[in-house]
């Protein structure tokens, strides 16, 4: 397995060099190598759980150790590595995650198979290279965080390569440097006024704005130069009363004195569900016990005060929380026959009487 592993992720190292060398002269190779790489890096995380995930489910062509090894077999789509990660490895994708990647899919099918804005003359121009660079950037935003944290564990042995072709992607930025000229001063006139303005996580330009308007809630940022945006959160440092600011994500760091923030911490802040008597001594659901099914973490997902639920891991929102009728647990997704194939937390009365 770890030669497969090996191999899937060096290719897909490789395939993301070069979109980045091909970006300015050849942008529609750039995108076809980059969709490539995505679906390489999805494809290494499933053979990191068994070889034969990577193979096809949607031919009769059987699982052939064999024939992998010499590449002689039909692999997965994104979309069908994105349904086995949730469904077999449980460690699947976001919907925006998705949304992001399936956006670079459809490109690279549109270049390969029809024609594609970056295959015509004017393909070397400043506005289709700024619109690939920008959707290129907030792809390997989400992937480079996936790789980073959720499967730090499994890529391990490769966060130095990662983190090389990462500082080579951050090239990219200064393809965009015309669209933040071109904004500087209104961004200026605006942080003057009250307005705070960020680093972006994506492009790097002091372009990301925040609109809030309390502190401890959430709210949205968006970046003026890439188009990045995402749900964030404000609250103080508790260790030197500096603004905190977490990014689309329930992990950050203090700017001024280096605190440490995780999710527990945003659990407390926006928490309205029941009081710990109500969960003592009448069987409520605890803030801690509801488990995302968007990022898979456990024990994330807390009540907030309009009676809706929000992960403080992934930020995703849901209306509603479900229980399993075999172990009692709470999840984000419904579950459809939970007291016989139970939930992420057990295996319901079927597994139960297996052992």
């Known amino acids: 397995m770890d030669k497969i592993f090996d191999r899937i992720v060096d290719n897909a190292i490789d395939f993301l060099n070069s979109s980045v060398d091909d970006l300015k002269d050849k942008p529609k190779y750039s995108i076809i190598n980059f969709s490539s790489s995505i679906e390489l890096f999805l494809k290494a995380r499933l053979a990191a759980e068994h070889w034969s995930l990577i193979v096809t489910s949607q031919t009769k062509q059987v699982p052939d150790y064999s024939k992998v090894k010499s590449g002689d077999f039909q692999s997965v789509n994104l979309k069908e590595a994105v349904t086995k990660l ?32 970056a ?68 961004i200026k006139a605006e942080n003057a006024a009250g307005t705070i303005y960020s680093a972006c996580p994506s492009c790097s330009f002091e372009s990301l704005k925040h609109n809030l308007s309390n502190i401890d809630e959430f709210y949205e940022v968006n970046c003026g130069v890439c188009d990045f945006n995402k749900v964030s959160f404000y609250s103080n440092c508790t260790n030197c009363n500096n603004s905190i600011f977490f990014i689309g994500e329930g992990q950050t760091e203090c700017t001024s004195c280096g605190e440490s923030f995780y999710p527990d911490f945003i659990s407390e802040k926006i928490y309205h569900g029941p009081s710990q008597y109500e969960v003592t001594r009448e069987g409520a659901t605890a803030f801690n016990d509801i488990n995302c099914d968007e990022c898979w973490e456990n024990n994330s997902v807390v009540e907030t005060s309009d009676g ?48």
Do not use: M, P
């Not at 469904?87 to 956006?103: A, C, I, R, W, Y």
């Not at 070397?124 to 564990?153: C, F, M, P």
């Not at 990662?162 to 001063?185: A, F, G, M, S």
């Not at 992420?344 to 009365?349: D, K, M, R, V």
């Open 119 to 186: 295959h015509s003359q004017d393909s070397s121009s400043d506005g289709v290279v700024q619109e690939i660079v920008k959707e290129q950037l907030i792809a390997w935003y989400h992937l480079y965080t996936i790789l980073t944290t959720r499967w730090k564990n499994i890529f391990l042995t490769k966060l130095d390569a990662i983190e090389l072709v990462n500082q080579k992607l951050k090239t990219h930025n200064e393809l965009l440097r015309i669209i933040y000229e071109r904004i500087k001063d209104q």
């Open 86 to 117: 949730d469904k077999t490895v449980q460690s699947g994708l976001s919907d925006n995650e998705f949304k992001v990647f399936d956006k670079i899919s459809k490109h690279r099918n549109k270049a390969v198979h029809f024609f594609h804005e």
């Open 308 to 355: 809706s639920y929000r992960c403080t891991s992934c930020f995703e929102h849901f209306d509603n929380v479900y229980e399993c009728e075999w172990c009692g647990g709470y999840t984000t997704s419904e579950l459809e026959y939970s007291y016989l194939s139970g939930c992420g937390e057990c295996e319901g009365h079927s597994g139960w009487h297996d052992d």
